[in-house]
């Protein structure tokens, strides 16, 4: 997509970090845009340094899908029909899967995850009933790749996000909408703050707010990528459509690492019974998703 002006954009997460960044991006492109938080206080002083008249903020939990509904209906029928959508609302939670409680799974898979899927959900039927093309960037992580033992959870939702979002691109390619993940390391952000909003009735589950690591992490954010390096990377990819963005170059080798990990994984089996059928299959699905990938990117 070369030219985004006047296009209507909806970014969640909108009111620190990268989606700042991304609002920041999206109106020196000459879109109208909405920013989307579940911090009132955040998008007020968010929307105060932005002294922009093409931009409303809205508050909305992306974890409610009613409310996700009723946000896209407000934001519509102000700014037009929405056909940039960021779905980049995140918080983390750093401790391992066998240190956690479902509370801890349905607040970051509610708003990690599902929030993704809201979005997709309720603004994708409307980009495709109306025509005109599009893009959906979903913001994953490196932690979509790597894995370690803490961030467990978070892992596994932004695994999640990587999946849905590059089959949502094979098959909205034949709409004229396209799907980008990215994948950020490390940004100067908020999200050291994420206990803050977690929601009342999944505090049950919750282990006690350490401090001191809070405090940590806030200090690790502070050497994180500036949010409006990340968002000028994102326009380009838009402009390129683009799957993957890596906007941090420095994870390659490691990246490099852990695919030659997985490569080593295979083994040399005698062939089972099934093996020659199953490669006439195979090659059938191969051949239909390399297609698949060549048509998003537009080099049928
Ligand atoms: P941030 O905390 O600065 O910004 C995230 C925004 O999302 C906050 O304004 C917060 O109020 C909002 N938010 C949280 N829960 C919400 C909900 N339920 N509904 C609506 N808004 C909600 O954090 P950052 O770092 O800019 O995060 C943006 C995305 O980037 C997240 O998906 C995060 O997982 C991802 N990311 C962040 C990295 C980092 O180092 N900070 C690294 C890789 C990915």
């Not at 001191?212 to 806030?218: N, Q, S, Y």
């Amino acid at each position: 997509m070369q030219d985004l002006a006047g296009r209507t954009a909806f970014v969640t997460g909108g009111a620190n970090g990268i989606g700042l960044g991304f609002v920041r991006a999206l109106l020196a492109e000459g879109c109208k845009v909405a920013l989307a938080d579940i911090r009132q206080d955040a998008i007020d002083a968010a929307l105060a340094t932005l002294d922009n008249q093409d931009v409303i903020g809205v508050q909305l939990d992306v974890a409610s899908r009613d409310g996700f509904a009723a946000a896209a209906d407000r934001v519509e029928a102000e700014l037009g029909p929405v056909s940039l959508v960021f779905n980049n609302a995140g918080v983390n939670l750093f401790q391992t899967i066998d240190d956690s409680s479902y509370d801890d799974w349905d607040w970051l898979l509610g708003v990690n995850l599902h929030g993704v899927i809201n979005g997709v959900m309720t603004f994708v039927p409307r980009m495709k009933a109306r025509g005109g093309g599009g893009h959906v960037v979903n913001t994953a992580s490196m932690a979509a790749f790597l894995c370690g033992p803490q961030p467990g959870i978070y892992n596994t939702t932004k695994f999640a996000v990587r999946g849905m979002s590059e089959s949502l691109r094979y098959s909205l390619a034949k709409h004229g909408i396209g799907v980008s993940v990215l994948c950020p390391g490390l940004v100067k952000s908020h999200i050291f703050a994420s206990d803050e909003i977690r929601p009342d009735d999944l505090k049950a589950g919750a282990k006690a707010v350490d401090a001191t690591a809070v405090g940590r992490l806030e200090q690790l954010h502070q050497a994180g990528m500036e949010p409006d390096v990340i968002a000028a990377r994102v326009i380009e990819a838009i402009h390129a459509n683009r799957f993957y963005i890596f906007s941090h170059p420095e994870f390659r080798d490691e990246l490099r690492e852990v695919f030659d990990d997985v490569l080593e994984a295979f083994r040399d089996y005698p062939e089972d019974a099934g093996f020659q059928q199953r490669l006439a299959f195979e090659k059938m699905r191969r051949d239909g998703y390399r297609a698949a990938r060549q048509a998003a990117r537009g080099d049928e």
